[in-house]
């Protein structure tokens, strides 16, 4: 397609940017992508790169206006800097949402006055600063505080510095962490919402609000809130969905947004529907570019540039229905309904540096599995994750079938296997149990067990003090109980999977002290009992 129509200035060049970058070519424009990195993964798919930083708001906007009418648009997908893209954008005379608008829709505290304000139901708030945690703490406040709360920094995404505190032991660690992690030492402490969380996606424009993508979150390892993948479209019952959109809609309204994207985390608790979060943006997290495409059959990131272009989003429009239900006199409510089922699922890591990326069978063939994503190779540091951006890979699945996607996504990652290098101290601690103080029950062992179960296992090493490694599989499906070999860890592998895979790894004739092996097993799943394997190797070569 000829690229002679001009610039699409395009804020980004991490992987989530990809689908603007190829929606921007194929829309007949050229691609300026600009980023603090210039070594980022997309750098190579730009027409032109600039190494600014998306922070820079001026310097951006410097840029875009030295372009002049070159520039048709500004835009970006999974970043979180929609201020500078309207920032930028108001500079330069182009559509989209107002940059005081999108400022409400960047910091967490100006979005929860806008809530307040508009009555909007989200969490009670407050914001601690730096400069204000110790004022916090001589003035009795945090004796008087009930739990669990929320820790977030006001400017951050990826779930950095973002976790439950659910006692006072906690609460300063958290928040020193919180604050740490905002570009302006801020952070906002809420109360906790309990109940489902969902992710969902909207374009908005000319008084309309269509749905473009309604996806379960899948959340885990509390204190701390890793999403290790989602499911489009969600199983929510019909009338939640309807109360969730209607709330979603209000945010929107309250946050000003009128142009472009907009991104809502949100939960229905035992009260309805409670706002976690709403961004100026297309969401991240593979979703507005590769599920939602995958369930809908829409390019949603080329429909969300054709608004920031001034223009109406006509393949949208053709496929969209009115949302039932919906009673709403600011906007007219629409969807795009889902055709297929997309999931996503993320694979993890214990502690410590890969030495080998293995597949137990090439993922990237296994039937409806559309996507897989490394993020961590071999020499890479690893560890349990904390936040959002500390998973080391991601497999998407589609298929006309519910269960059948959930299971290809999950069976994709259970074929993934990173292997330690030995006699590594982060492993070693991880391995034995060590927890800090404020982190009660975190990181979470490979397998949970009841009290039961592990009295069974004991049992079983008193009985087999000594196993070979060719003769493991065997011995526990003979001897352990179905439900200990079935129960499943954090990459969907159980544990008769486990021992399977590790005889395809091992060395047959290798001999293990039964208990050390089974609490490997247990607390680091298959990575725990490799590591084991290869420090003996490595203490033979001492």
Known sequence: MNQDNGYILVLGAGLMQLPAIEAVKELGYKALVIDADPSAVCVHAADRFENIDLKDREKIAELALSLGSSLKAVFTAGTDFSASVAYAAEKCSLPGHSYEACLNASNKVRMRKCFETAGVPSPSFMQITRGSIAQFLSEGK??????????????????????????????????????????????????????????????????????????????????????????????????????????????????????????????????????????????????????????????????????????????????RVPVNGITDGDFKIYEVPSEKVSAERAWISIPGT??????????????????????NHEGDHVDFPRNNVSKCGNAISVSADYSLAVKAAEYAVSNMVLRLLPDCQETEIFLNGYERPDEEGFPYSAFSLSDTQKLTLEHFS??????????????????????????????HRTVSETLRIFGLFSDPEMEFDTAEFCKALIRGGIQGILYLADCKVSNRLK
């Open 142 to 319: 945090l004796e008087e505080m009930t739990f669990p709360k929320v820790i977030k920094p006001s400017d951050n995404m990826g779930a950095r510095g973002c976790r439950l505190i659910r006692s006072k032991k906690e609460f300063l660690p958290a928040v020193e962490d919180a604050v740490r992690n905002s570009r302006t030492a801020s952070s906002i402490l809420e109360d906790y919402m309990e109940g489902p969380e969902f992710s969902i996606d909207a374009l908005v424009y000319d008084g309309t609000f269509t749905i473009t993508g309604f996806a379960d979150r899948h959340i885990f390892f509390s204190p701390y809130f890793i999403e290790l993948g989602h499911t489009m479209p969600s199983a929510v019952a019909e009338e939640k969905k309807t109360e969730l959109i209607k709330t979603f809609a209000r945010a929107v309204k309250a946050l000003g947004l009128t142009r472009g994207a907009a991104k809502a985390d949100i939960k229905f608790t035992a009260s309805g529907p409670m706002i976690g979060e709403v961004a100026a943006r297309l969401s991240g997290g593979y979703m507005s570019g590769w599920t939602y495409p995958y369930s809908s059959g829409l390019n949603l990131t080329k429909e969300a540039l054709k608004l920031s272009l001034g223009l109406n989003p006509d393949e949208l429009e053709k496929r």
């Open 462 to 491: 008193e009985s087999n003090p000594k196993l070979r490694s060719s003769s493991l599989g065997s011995v526990f499906e003979s001897e352990v109980s179905s439900d200990i070999l079935n129960l499943k860890d954090f990459n």
């Open 354 to 375: 890969i030495s080998t990326v293995n597949q137990v069978n090439k993922i990237e063939s296994l039937p409806f599995v559309k996507n897989v994503f490394f993020r």
